[in-house]
């Protein structure tokens, strides 16, 4: 018995120390731009969220607003379908800036929805600087879960 505990705690152990890893499960070029430092706030900005071979739409994603002054807040909602939001564990946004380079946010997931994740950024510049920003949009599936399949959720494995 104290030899059959001992290897639990062992396989445990291991376990825990293994890292996550990640697939993007939709395409690379899922993406929306936005207009920074400019006079008028814009209407939101939308575009749809692919599969990895870009043939079945799976979600959407949305900016509001489009564009504006330095200092606006724009809140990126995005959408992963009923068909696919069991599948997606994490999304995140790469934000490249001419000038300013890139860097990468995680979105928070909604409660009471789970294919609905949210992040507020604010747009910053220098004084009379005009630029257009492009947010790549990035679903991450955990390597080796077995929602991918449809087996932990009832849904299909069409998604991706």
């Known amino acids: 018995m104290m030899h059959a505990l ?12 293994e890292e996550i890893t990640y697939s993007q499960f939709n395409g690379d070029a899922d993406q929306v731009t936005i207009q920074v430092g400019i006079d008028d706030v814009l209407d939101p900005v939308v575009a749809d969220l692919t599969s990895s071979t870009g043939e079945v739409v799976v979600g959407q994603v949305e900016v509001d607003p489009g564009g504006g002054p330095l200092g606006t807040e724009h809140a990126i909602v995005v959408e992963i379908f009923n068909d696919w939001e069991q599948i997606v564990d994490r999304v995140s946004v ?55 399949d449809g087996s932990s959720s009832g849904g299909d494995d069409t998604g991706g």
């Open 94 to 148: 790469r934000l490249q800036s001419p000038g300013r380079g890139e860097d990468e946010f995680e979105l928070d997931q909604d409660s009471a929805d789970e294919g609905v994740w949210k992040l507020t950024i604010v747009s910053t510049g220098t004084e009379g600087e005009e630029r257009e920003d492009t947010l790549t949009v990035r679903a991450w599936d955990i390597d080796g879960d077995d929602d991918a």
């Open 6 to 17: 001992a290897l639990v705690t062992l396989l445990l152990a291991c376990k825990k120390d």
